[in-house]
């Protein structure tokens, strides 16, 4: 039996995937390549770990822009 319907939908489903990590990447202030990891399976839960723990560029200038004043 032939399952390209399956593979199509798990297609788009990797590509609306890539697309989010790669906005969420980009308004975190990191390189928006790094969102493209978020379709990669095991390294997209190194990914996620990595933005949840760290302190994220845009916070960092933020709070640099809070100091100031």
Excluded: C, R, T
């Amino acid at each position: 039996m032939f399952h390209g319907g399956s593979y199509l939908i798990g297609f788009i489903a990797q590509v609306i995937l890539g697309i989010a990590g790669w906005h969420i990447a980009k308004k975190a202030g990191y390189a928006p390549a790094w969102g493209l990891l978020a379709i990669v399976p095991v390294v997209s839960y190194i990914v996620i770990i990595y933005f949840a723990f760290n302190i994220w560029p845009i916070e960092k200038e933020l709070q640099d822009l809070k100091n100031k004043e």
